[in-house]
């Protein structure tokens, strides 16, 4: 089964928990670039907050898993 993940300020994210997203509490750039790195590992789909993405300016340019920000 496909994974998918969502990085950024836990309680923007919290409500993909509900449906079954696996939610990475990353406030920080440097936490926001761990998580990244964890996904790669495995996700299918990655949702970003708008911050997080911010944190990962050249790193989305080879964008696989797919990648969202939502707005």
């Known amino acids: 089964m496909s994974r998918i993940v969502a990085i950024g300020d836990g309680p ?27 996904a790669l590992g495995g996700a299918s789909l990655v949702l970003l907050t708008a911050e997080a993405r911010a944190a990962l300016p050249d790193r989305l340019e080879r964008s696989v898993p797919w990648t969202v920000v939502p707005a």
């Open 12 to 38: 923007a994210l919290s409500g993909y928990a509900l449906a079954g997203v696996d939610v990475v509490d990353a406030p920080t750039p440097e936490q926001v670039r761990r998580a990244w790195a964890d």
